[in-house]
């Protein structure tokens, strides 16, 4: 399983990229506006593909296929890392086939059903971003989506990878593993909590006690 950071936050980034299990970045609209004051956007998109050694996703901003395809390849001349998100809409598709075609790699983002993976993966997208949480949130099982996103791909042998996104929790972490997906997307404080348990806590705690005693 891959792991990518859900942030466009360097301190963040940097912090994940040092413990040897980042695989890649994922932002949008939202995530770079909590990042204002700290430089343009296309300057921090580049700074986070100098720290990571994987797809960093920036996403499109116009609703049309050709603004989408005039933006993707600004973006794309930030880094040869960086992905392009684009919405699901039919100009979406389009400006994906438009893109794949021209070998820029591609993330389907805001996608919350198997059916719109399938065009996803038709269009010929890198990724596919089914949105886990905002679903759950509306009392849908995200991630029954998204477990039937993989077997729809793998009955077809569609190479578009999943990334399970909106991750708010370490067990959708867990889910998305036991359903197969290529890719979990979540935010920092997601990736701390995984690490912390209170056992591993008490027991380092312990053993440094015994260990005092030892050496008395
Ligand atoms: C993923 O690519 C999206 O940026 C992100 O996971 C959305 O998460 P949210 O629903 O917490 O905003």
């Known amino acids: 399983m891959k792991i990518f950071l859900d942030t466009a936050n360097l301190d ?14 994922t932002t949008n609209p939202t995530i770079l506006s909590r990042e204002a004051g700290k430089g343009r956007f296309t300057d921090i998109l ?36 960086i992905t392009i998100k684009v919405p699901m809409l ?17 993330n389907m983002t805001l996608v919350f059903t198997p059916s719109q993976a399938i065009l996803a993966a038709k ?55 036991l359903c197969g997906a290529d890719i979990v997307t979540m935010p920092f ?3 701390e909590r995984i690490v912390k348990h209170p056992l591993t806590d008490s027991g380092i705690k312990r053993f440094l006690e015994d260990w005092e005693k030892v050496q008395k």
């Open 189 to 191: 404080g997601v990736l």
């Open 46 to 81: 580049k700074q986070i593909c100098e720290i990571v050694d994987g797809p960093v996703s920036g996403e499109v901003i116009a609703l049309n296929a050709k603004g989408m395809v005039t933006e993707a390849l600004e973006l794309s001349a930030i880094h040869e890392n």
């Open 123 to 177: 269009a010929g997208a890198t990724f596919v971003s089914p949105f886990i949480g905002r679903l759950d949130d509306i009392s849908h099982f995200g991630m029954d989506i998204a477990a039937d996103i993989i077997t729809i791909y793998e009955n077809y042998g569609f190479e578009t990878e999943v990334i399970i996104a909106s991750v708010r929790h370490p067990l959708h972490v867990v889910e998305a593993g």
């Open 12 to 25: 963040e980034i940097k912090e994940a990229n040092s413990w040897g299990i980042l695989d890649g970045v």
């Open 90 to 106: 039919p100009d979406g598709l389009k400006a994906v086939r438009e893109l794949s075609a021209q070998g820029i790699k591609t």
